[in-house]
């Protein structure tokens, strides 16, 4: 089992920056991956980014890339999400993930993560505009 904790959420305005952080305990060297998730009121749950835990190699979607940047420090057992030029459609409750799990779509030649083995309870990030 793996657990995870998220921290850092609140309430900024829009361009504004804001860091997550996800504190992961238990068996944590199972993990090949972690990510960030996000679901925003009346629509289904999307992937943000993902890292994988020992080569830090990232992957984000369009939606968020070049703004956000996914990192990780081995020793803390920790991902952070760095969050910059926020927008009001940023708003959602954002999750961390333990192995996202996905789809390699050759017809767009991108990953389409859609679940993960853990999760964590999540935390609100509002963007007003």
């Known amino acids: 089992q793996v657990q995870l904790v998220e921290s850092g959420g609140g309430l900024v305005q829009a361009g504004d920056s804001l860091r997550l952080s996800c504190a992961a305990s238990?068996?944590?060297?199972?993990?090949?991956?972690m990510g960030w998730f996000r679901q925003a009121p009346g629509k289904e749950r999307e992937f943000v980014a993902r890292?994988?835990?020992?080569?830090?190699?990232?992957y984000y979607a369009d939606s968020v890339k070049g703004r956000f940047t996914i990192s990780r420090d081995n020793a803390k057992n920790t991902m952070y999400l760095q969050m910059n030029s926020l927008k009001p459609e940023d708003t959602a409750i954002y999750y961390c993930?333990?192995?996202?799990?996905?789809?390699?779509?050759?017809?767009?030649?991108?990953?389409?993560?859609?679940?993960?083995?853990?999760w964590g309870q999540g935390t609100q990030v509002t963007v007003s505009s």
């Open positions: 238990g068996r944590t060297f199972k993990m090949n991956a």
């Open positions: 890292i994988t835990w020992s080569s830090g190699i990232t």
């Open positions: 993930a333990a192995d996202p799990v996905g789809t390699y779509l050759y017809s767009s030649g991108k990953y389409y993560y859609t679940d993960a083995r853990y």
